[in-house]
């Protein structure tokens, strides 16, 4: 029997890549695409990439739909979400792309959102690993991190990771899992694809402003995916974070490379150690895979895998751990798909692609 999904937000960026990815699952039959300005008109008007959709209509939200639906994915912005998802907790699965249900802290809610606090849902990024988990991991008694699958499976409501923190979380934890380095001192830049702002026409966003052009956004502490890192290192056993956190727009439409830098907590063995923890972290993880050169955006995009790469610098005292993704893909749609497969008993894989896109 389908899954009936529901996918609201659905003309952005981010809800078109889902139903991309949905339309093509064995499992699913999306049964309403819903949105706010674009209601009423074709999905193949701005998504005329995915011809099975060409011609359904784009609805205004509706309640009662929704509450018909197995699942809801919502991919509106933050504050939006929260005042939707209040309606329908309590019956179908919801699936938040947003960030209203990432963060635990009130306090750091407040400091970088603003307003009242939605509260933190089941987190969807099922390879995060816990710290009381590592050790089972590291000895080979566990092939990979199962206490987050273990919390999305369960859950009826899960919100999907922001991009640039899933990029920055995979790229260093198992560092941190494995106390390599020096948590109080982490640098994070990221170089990251425009589509990771949205669909909204603004000037900074246009092509004549884009083309030919590298520029930071953030800077000095600034940007709301900081509490967000540190959370997710935390939960891999960091007692102190402390994240400098630098992403820059670059003239592509989608991808991240994200250049994290640590101190070593020390240099005894340490490329072995920080191999043996890479692999561990990782040799069992469908969508991340560990390789041996600098991750690149092209050869992940518009898939859901992410790559990973890490080394020691001698002189320096330092690792530099580098992950590239799909900003829409493994940063967001296939994120949710893979948490939506989880919460309902499917290969957590499935339909979820694979094989990039070159040149």
Not at 28 to 57: C, Q, Y
Not at 321 to 350: H, P, R, W, Y
């Amino acid at each position: 029997m389908s899954v009936r999904v529901v996918i609201v937000g659905a003309s952005g960026f981010a809800g078109s890549e889902i139903a991309r990815i949905l339309v093509n699952h064995p499992e699913v039959d999306i049964i309403a695409l819903m949105a706010g300005k674009s209601a009423g008109t074709r999905f193949g008007e701005v998504n005329p990439n995915v011809p099975a959709l060409a011609n359904r209509i784009v609805e205004s939200t509706n309640i009662a739909v929704l509450k018909s639906a197995d699942v809801v994915f919502v991919a509106l912005p933050h504050g939006e979400s929260a005042k939707l998802t209040a309606q329908l907790v309590g019956g179908p699965i919801i699936i938040d792309c947003g960030a209203d249900h990432r963060l635990t802290s009130q306090e750091a809610w407040r400091r970088y959102y603003g307003g009242e606090y939605p509260g933190a849902w089941a987190y969807g990024m099922p390879e995060l690993i816990h710290a009381q988990e590592y050790e089972q991991i590291s000895a080979g008694q566990a092939s990979r991190a199962f206490l987050s699958r273990k919390l999305i499976k369960t859950a009826r409501e899960i919100a999907v990771p922001g991009c640039n923190v899933t990029a920055v979380t995979l790229a260093i934890q198992p560092a941190v899992a494995a106390n390599l380095v020096d948590t109080k001192r982490i640098t994070a830049t990221l170089a990251v694809g425009y589509s990771g702002a949205g669909r909204s026409p603004k000037p900074h966003l246009l092509a004549t402003a884009a083309l030919a052009n590298l520029a930071p956004y953030s800077a000095v502490g600034k940007h709301r995916h900081i509490p967000e890192i540190i959370q997710n290192l935390q939960v891999a056993g960091a007692r102190e974070v402390a994240v400098d956190f630098t992403p820059v727009l670059t003239p592509t439409s989608r991808g991240i490379v994200a250049v994290v830098n640590a101190q070593l907590n020390t240099c005894q063995d340490a490329a072995s150690q920080l191999c043996h923890a890479y692999e561990n972290a990782y040799a069992n993880e469908t969508l991340v895979d560990v390789i041996d050169t600098y991750p690149q955006t092209q050869p992940i995009l518009g898939t859901g895998r992410a790559t990973v790469w890490a080394g020691v610098d001698d002189i320096a005292g330092s690792v530099t751990a580098i992950a590239a993704i799909d900003n829409l893909g493994k940063g967001t749609a296939c994120a949710a798909v893979q948490s939506m497969n989880l919460a309902c008993g499917f290969d957590e894989a499935l339909s979820i692609p694979t094989i990039g896109v070159a040149p």
